[in-house]
């Protein structure tokens, strides 16, 4: 099998989604790699070091997608609505894509990449099972969003984060508090705690108490009915608002207490909740930082710019969108050994993606045979269900 790395061509993208380090591992497998050229000098990469692991180089993106059997990306069309869709006339039927395609966000994009007939993943739907986490690139691409979110709030709190004692005097430390304890939310804690900072974190779920302890973090409990607040596959559920108003009003004293904010509260494709109106801005320490890391889904604080840095009431609010890819030598690596572990995972099941009696296969596939095929993508885009013979339990050759 041919693999194709293409380059990412989302605007401020330096991420590649395949490492020279990782070559060796798709050769002992029987793979052959196919770089474009160029597509890792952004994340520290550059074409020969591919070269030095025997991948070959492509003069062109259409050489890539015209050879390879699968391609492996950062950013899919889903993803990439401003220049993904340049890529859906490349495409032919029964290629294999790999990368992460927001499809219950952007279902629209991926009924158009069914058209074409490839076999789309989204690295994003992995279930959270056991046998699947070293093919998880959404829990390594939150490590690093969140370990970045809070050099960002140390960088502009016009403080700093630990105690000090000086012959000056002493130095208090910084209050940090996390909303949400997923991947991202527990390494913002770890992170804050190395700097010195003294940390709280809050999550809607209750299982999560734990985790935040193992982290040195000050759990917040809210007298909340939290019975229903995760799903089958450890997701925090969307609320009613009822539910987040009464929510807001107990989180509004905890973060009128803190110097920084880390905000990482999402749903899978629904709109962020939002979690901290303009009036709990405005009872923050004057000097504060909330970086809210959902900015991207509509964000968790009400002043909240995608993209953009905002100021109201001595309040600055960050509203980063893409961290990862500020960190992209890194953040390509752990990418890279999702994808090839999750790719290594396809070739064991034989038919490279069309037997859908393995869950990890049946989650994140999305389209294929000309179709979109997972449940949620069609149920957003008012389909009916597949018949049981097109749907789970399909197989073929590929």
Known sequence: MLVGVAAETFPGERRVALVPAAVPTLAKAGCQVLV????????????????????????????????????????????????????????RRDQILIGFQDPLASPAAMREMAVTGATTFAVELMPRITRAQSMDAMSAMSTVIGYKAVLLAAATLPRMFPMLMTAAGTITPARALVIGAGVAGLQAMATARRLGAVVSAYDVRP???????????????LQLDTSDAEDARGYA?????TFYKRQRELLGRVVGESDVVITTATVPGERAPLLITTEMVAAMPAGSVIVDLAADRGGNCALTRPGETVVEHGVTVLGPVNLASTVP???????????????????????????????????????????????????ALGLDPLPAAAGAGRRGGV
């Open 36 to 91: 474009e050229s160029g597509a890792g000098v952004e994340a520290g990469y550059p074409d020969p070091l591919y070269a030095e692991q025997a991948a070959r180089i492509a003069c062109t993106r259409p050489d890539v997608f015209a050879q390879a059997d699968a391609v492996i990306q950062v950013l899919g069309y889903g993803a990439n609505s401003t220049a993904g869709r340049a890529d859906l006339s490349l495409l």
């Open 207 to 221: 299982a999560a108490k734990e985790q935040v302890q193992s982290m040195g973090a000050r759990f917040v409990e």
């Open 237 to 241: 559920r969307v609320q009613d608002e």
């Open 329 to 379: 030598y890194h953040a390509s690596q752990l990418y890279a050994r999702t994808a090839v572990a999750f790719l290594l995972h396809l070739a064991r099941e034989g038919q490279l993606g069309r037997n859908q009696d393995d869950e990890i296969t049946r989650e994140t596939l999305v389209t294929l045979g000309g179709e979109v095929v997972h449940p949620g993508v069609r149920r």
